[in-house]
């Protein structure tokens, strides 16, 4: 019943859509997976196209499955973006479906291999969390400009003097993250999350990182996690963990009850927006606002 139904919709989805087919606005109508792929599309399309990201504030890509409204925002899109390398792990039947009738892009397609990082929980996959490192982002930005100017080639140019000053933007955000954790005395600088969202920041940035739940969150956390963490954090003197605003924060709640229990004080450092961005329309609801805002949480609760 379940596959008919998915038969159904699809079928659905795929009727009456043509490729590259602009809607009654004449705008290129853009839907993206995170929030981080839609604010990369606005910095380089701004009002020439039409976009919406389909996962919020506070949602979990790699939990998230499609809603019947997602379908017809997808049905009516022109142009599809995508994280890739399994973030989006629920919509990948639909991603690669819709890829066959219009244009379908992956936005860490073109980012080389060897510098990606294994994934730890699954054989051949790579870590997805690329927006982390700045640096490895930019390359994302590149690929979602080249496709944004193949898909629309009237504003090509626009779109490509955009992307020059944005990624100007972001060598600026680079260095002020990377200045900025180095203010962290090196002992210090141990980043303890819910999951391990944050390997390309650590890498990056010199910070050690460690996340309690594997680079997806659809595996639970187990007790032994709980006490490996526990231990690490009281062996380090660790002052501070942090909770993310995209997964619950049972996890690292029960990790600090832990600690206090054996007579280590430590706190919450904060929220960190680790798999989605702020509210829209405040600074973290921006990619660079996020990063900044993280970067702030991290230095002062670690110093
Ligand atoms: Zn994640």
Redesign the pocket.
């Known amino acids: 019943m379940k596959t008919s139904l998915l038969g159904f919709l699809f079928i659905v989805l795929i009727a009456g859509c043509s490729p590259t087919e602009k809607n009654n606005s004449g705008k290129l109508q853009v839907v993206t997976t995170t929030g981080m792929l839609y604010d990369a599309v606005i910095n380089i399309a701004k009002d020439k196209v039409a976009a919406q990201a389909l996962m919020g504030p506070g949602v ?3 939990l998230y499955k499609a809603t019947q409204g997602d379908l017809s925002k997808l049905n009516q899109a022109d142009l599809i973006i995508y994280n890739g390398l399994l ?1 989006e792990g629920k919509m990948g039947d639909i991603l690669q479906k819709l890829g066959r009738v219009k244009s379908v892009y992956a936005a860490a397609e073109n980012i080389p291999q060897n510098q990606l990082l294994s994934s730890v929980q699954y054989e051949n996959a790579y870590d ?2 690329i927006w982390f490192d700045v640096n490895m982002w930019k390359g994302a930005v590149g690929r979602i400009s080249e496709v944004l100017q193949k898909v629309d080639s009237t504003n090509a140019e626009f779109y490509a003097s955009n992307t020059t000053k944005y990624l100007k933007r972001l060598d600026s955000l680079h260095a002020y993250v990377d200045s900025t954790i180095a203010t962290i005395p090196k002992q210090q600088r141990i980043l303890v999350t819910a ?3 944050f390997r390309y920041f650590g890498r990056a940035y010199n910070i050690r990182v460690e996340g309690l739940q594997g ?3 659809v595996s639970d956390f187990g007790l032994r996690d709980i006490a490996q963490i526990t231990d690490l954090i009281i062996e380090n003197k660790v002052k501070a963990i942090f909770v993310e605003t ?2 619950s924060d049972r996890a690292i709640k029960a990790v600090m009850q832990g600690c206090n229990e054996r007579g280590h004080n430590v706190t919450i450092g904060g929220y960190l927006y ?2 989605a961005m702020g509210e829209f329309g405040t600074p973290e609801g921006t990619y660079v606002g996020m990063v900044e805002r993280n970067v702030q949480t991290i230095t002062e609760s670690l110093k």
């Open positions: 979990d890509p790699h973030l997805p969390h999951h391990d969202a680079i997806s969150t995209s997964v680790s798999d």
